[in-house]
């Protein structure tokens, strides 16, 4: 209970926010513009020089998010669109200090401000860790996941994450660079998202 009253909270500060900045029909056009506009680029990119990963996700209870992040050895960018005209972008380096590791760090905007973001991966063999963070505008955010490999097609692990807590994983190959992945939250907040990289 406690923990929908936060992302209640949440979702009404940022519309609060969007209210008092003047949230109307013309800006929110203008912001998914913005947004077409960063998908379509991140999509080109990708086409030239590495991998582009589209997510799409939805909590069971409503929310939904499209994502995109294009990565490569040295740069990526990561634009999401949320349902109810939350949005953000940024892009950064990325840095691998060893063939099982890498760091990434971006700066950007989103709806409410700057937002800085990136990760932290570890994997070796069956086992990986990442953790993703996000930082400023509307406030700080994460995503920790322990996971490791069952078979070729499924990953299960561990996850923590804001707003929904701690939780269980799984990650199932759907073949031709699809997946799906659903996570359990303590609570019984349930994610569902399915992504296609190209």
């Not at 990119?45 to 589209?54: E, F, I, K, P």
């Not at 920790?144 to 804001?162: F, W």
Request: hydrophobic content about 40%; overall charge negative; some cysteine.
């Amino acid at each position: 209970m406690l923990l929908r009253g936060k992302l209640a909270l949440k979702l009404l500060q940022r519309k609060a926010h969007r209210e008092l900045i003047g949230g109307d029909l013309e800006t929110q056009e203008t912001e998914m513009k913005t947004f077409a506009l960063t998908i379509v680029m991140l999509l080109i990119c990708s086409v030239a020089l590495a991998q582009t990963t589209v997510t799409l996700e939805t909590n069971l209870e409503g929310g939904k998010s499209l994502a995109a992040l294009y990565s490569d050895n040295n740069f990526f960018g990561f634009a999401q669109y949320c349902e109810g005209g939350w949005w953000q972008a940024y892009a950064g380096a990325t840095y691998s200090p060893t063939q099982w590791s890498q760091v990434a760090l971006g700066v950007g905007t989103e709806a409410d401000g700057l937002r800085l973001g990136g990760w932290v991966w570890a994997g070796q063999g069956r086992y990986s860790f990442l953790h993703l963070f996000e930082q400023g505008g509307s406030g700080p955010w994460h995503k920790t996941m322990a996971m490791v490999k069952v078979n070729d097609s499924l990953n299960a692990g561990v996850i923590d994450r804001s707003f929904f807590g701690h939780g269980i994983t799984a990650e199932y190959q759907l073949g031709g660079g699809s997946k799906l992945t659903g996570a359990l939250y303590e609570g019984g907040v349930t994610t569902l998202a399915l992504s296609h990289s190209f």
